[in-house]
Nanobody, 118 residues
Framework: VQLQASGGGLVQAGTSLRLSCAAT????????MAWFRQAPGKERELVAS????????NYADPVKGRSTISRDKTKNTMSLQMDSLRPEDTAVYYC????????????WGQGTQVTVSS
C-alpha cells in the first residue's frame, strides 16, 4: 500500500482548502491515518489524526476548530478540510498511516505544499 496526497496550493488567508490522501495498491487495514506538516526551519508536527476503525479524531491546538479530518473506508481515502487558513498554516503537508495496531506512523506519502498568503 502507498499513500498519495493531493490538494495543496496557494490560497489567501481566510479561505479554505481540502487535502486528500489515497491509499493505493491494496486495502488499508492499519489503525490510524494522519496529517503532519513541516514549515521551513521547523520540525514536522502532527496536524490531525483519525482512527481508521471508528473514525475517532484528534487535532493539534493550532488547527482545532478550523479543520476537519475524515476518512472513507470504502474508498481507502482520508481528507483534511482546513478553513480560515492563516499564513502560519503555510507548510508541506504529509499524509501518513500506521500499518500496525499502535500509534506509530510507518507509512508516508509525498508532501503537498500549502501556501497561505496574507
Amino acid at each position: 500500500v502507498q499513500l498519495q496526497a493531493s490538494g495543496g496550493g496557494l490560497v489567501q488567508a481566510g479561505t479554505s482548502l481540502r487535502l486528500s490522501c489515497a491509499a493505493t495498491g491494496g486495502t488499508f487495514s492499519g489503525s490510524y491515518m494522519a496529517w503532519f506538516r513541516q514549515a521551513p526551519g521547523k520540525e514536522r508536527e502532527l496536524v490531525a489524526s483519525i482512527r481508521w476503525n471508528d473514525g475517532r479524531t484528534n487535532y493539534a491546538d493550532p488547527v482545532k476548530g478550523r479543520s476537519t479530518i475524515s476518512r472513507d473506508k470504502t474508498k481507502n481515502t482520508m481528507s483534511l478540510q482546513m478553513d480560515s487558513l492563516r499564513p502560519e498554516d503555510t507548510a508541506v503537508y504529509y499524509c501518513t498511516a500506521s500499518t500496525k495496531l499502535v500509534w506509530e506512523f510507518d507509512l508516508w506519502g509525498q508532501g503537498t505544499q500549502v501556501t497561505v498568503s496574507s
